[in-house]
């Protein structure tokens, strides 16, 4: 009998084991995956009472809508829509603002010329310039792209700036020691130290670049995830409009978990938990 017990409890240790690595390694997805059950379940509860008809619809009613939209085609087309606005709008913001943070960190003379221009236009209600770019580029993709570039080129241009000067001058002049030209420096020393400035600053930009989806397609679309919300609100259909926003934010939380996993491969060394 002991002959048998013996690897049993080794058989059950190494389940127990890798059932342990498991919930470690997926640790955090499983929290946030917990907290969605539970926003979820009390929404559908609220939803299910009644008392919000105009703001709130359960979560069970949302699904079936959002799977109505999509064996339509309609919502197909609505997302892609808003994915090529912002897909195209984000990533010249990403690479103009990148660049302008660079050169503002670099030279003391552009910082100077540059600066009050970033302050005075991120001070600006870039929304109510929104109707202007429909004016000036037509009420079709472009106008979008142009107002989800405005929007998120400033947090961009901030954190990259701001993370390039906020390089400890000692990694600079144990660069310097071992005899590194100023090359060397920006792309072995500046770069790396600011990569987490300037993710922080490329999530900041996917947010507000979302906003600048919905309110140029709030303000004139003929098609657009912005346009669905707008319609669905205006026509009371809470549930249709619940679908689209529920897209909105999985999208920016879809795009900010991609940087996140750029900023784990190109700076694993920024990583750390508190124990």
Known sequence: ?????????????????????????????????????????????????????????PISDIWLKFLQLAASGELLRHVL?????????????????VVLGIVIASSQTAKDVIDPWVSAVY???TVALAPLFIFVFGIDAPSKMAVVFLLAVFPIVINTATGM???DRVYI????????NRMQIFTKVLIPSA???????????????????????????????????FKSSQGFQIDAMWVGVFLLAGTGVLAVSILQRVE??????????LK
């Open 264 to 273: 784990r491969r190109m700076a694993p060394w920024r990583q750390f938990e």
């Open 195 to 229: 990569l987490p400035f300037i993710v922080a600053g490329l999530r900041l930009g996917i947010g507000r670049g979302l906003v600048g989806v919905v309110v140029g397609e709030f303000i004139g679309a003929r098609a657009g995830l912005g346009y669905l919300i």
């Open 1 to 57: 009998m002991a002959d048998v017990a013996i690897p049993l409890d080794l058989e059950r240790e190494e389940h127990e084991s890798a059932t342990t690595r498991f919930f470690r390694t997926h640790a955090s997805t499983l929290r946030g995956a917990f907290s969605l059950l539970v926003v979820a379940a009390v929404w559908e509860i609220a939803g299910r009472t009644g008392r919000w008809p105009l703001i709130l619809a």
């Open 123 to 125: 001070a600006t209600p």
């Open 165 to 167: 000067t906020s390089t």
């Open 173 to 180: 002049e144990a660069a310097r020691s071992f005899s590194a």
């Open 81 to 97: 829509v808003s994915l090529n606005e912002f897909i195209v709008g984000f990533a010249m913001a990403a690479v103009f603002g």
